[in-house]
């Protein structure tokens, strides 16, 4: 699986970003899939992961009400909206996948990452 993150850029505080995480090689089905975000001199942390063949989704608390997780099977891509966006939330943003995930929280659950694409919010 390959994955390609795209959509980051610098905008204000207050405003929207959405990412994409466009997949090749592999269909998500019976994948998990997550967004996660790494800022300068931290640990990678985990914001939001579903499980592509159900509803259910996940969230950080840090970004519960304001970030919203969903993809489009038939693109075989997962985004993540981004809205009232804040300085701290400046750091890299990585999409991962992996099957058959027990704990979708954790980042060593992953087997497949995106390269990452860097979100930069002034303000």
């Known amino acids: 699986v390959q994955l390609q993150a795209s959509g980051g850029g610098l905008v204000q505080a207050g405003d929207s970003l959405r990412l994409s995480c466009a997949a090749s090689?592999?269909?998500?089905?019976?994948?998990?899939v997550g967004w996660f975000r790494q800022a300068p001199g931290k640990e990678r942390e985990f914001l939001a992961a579903?499980?592509?063949?159900?509803?259910?989704?996940y969230y950080a608390d840090s970004v519960k009400g304001r970030f919203t997780i969903s993809r489009d099977g038939a693109k075989n891509t997962l985004y993540l909206q981004m809205n009232s966006l804040k300085p701290e939330d400046t750091a890299s943003y990585y999409c991962?996948?992996?099957?058959?995930?027990?704990?979708?929280?954790?980042?060593?659950?992953?087997?497949?990452w995106g390269q990452g694409t860097q979100v930069t919010v002034s303000s």
């Open positions: 991962a996948a992996a099957p058959y995930v027990a704990n979708v929280l954790l980042t060593e659950s992953y087997d497949y």
């Open positions: 090689g592999r269909t998500f089905s019976r994948y998990a």
């Open positions: 579903l499980r592509w063949s159900s509803t259910n989704t």
